[in-house]
């Protein structure tokens, strides 16, 4: 499961940037994961799972994980349509041609982080 890696790179980016920043304490990481990018969303958050219970870096139990899908769109080059493909090779569906170009759905990236400068919580402890 290429998961495992990917989540590993997405908190050592997190991590590096947090400790730049002065941040302690990570609560939440945003994520894209689009259609054709071929990461599974559910083994990301599995991955994700493991590390945090690791509690070996920036997150804790506490720290949420936002997968923001992101669908899939082609577009022809002899038509201009718009539409949503199967796969990354895909036949237009209104003029059947073949030449298509995919706008989105390939990512995989971090969208965002949240954190704090403290390791306190809500409770003050």
Do not use: W
């Amino acid at each position: 499961m290429h998961e495992m890696s990917l989540m590993a790179e997405v908190l050592r980016l997190v991590e590096e940037d947090a400790i730049e920043r002065g941040i302690v304490k990570v609560d939440r990481i945003s994520v894209i994961v689009g259609e054709l990018s071929n990461v599974l969303p559910d083994a990301l958050e599995l991955a994700f799972c493991y590390f945090q219970k690791q509690e070996c870096s920036l997150i804790s139990k506490k720290t949420e994980l936002a997968i923001i899908r992101e669908e899939a769109k082609a577009r022809c080059k002899e038509c201009r349509k718009e539409f949503a493909p199967d796969y990354r090779i895909a036949l237009c569906p209104h003029c059947h041609q073949l030449n298509t170009e995919i706008i989105s759905g390939e990512s995989f990236q971090i969208e965002s982080y949240e954190g704090s400068e403290s390791c306190e919580d809500n409770n003050g402890r």
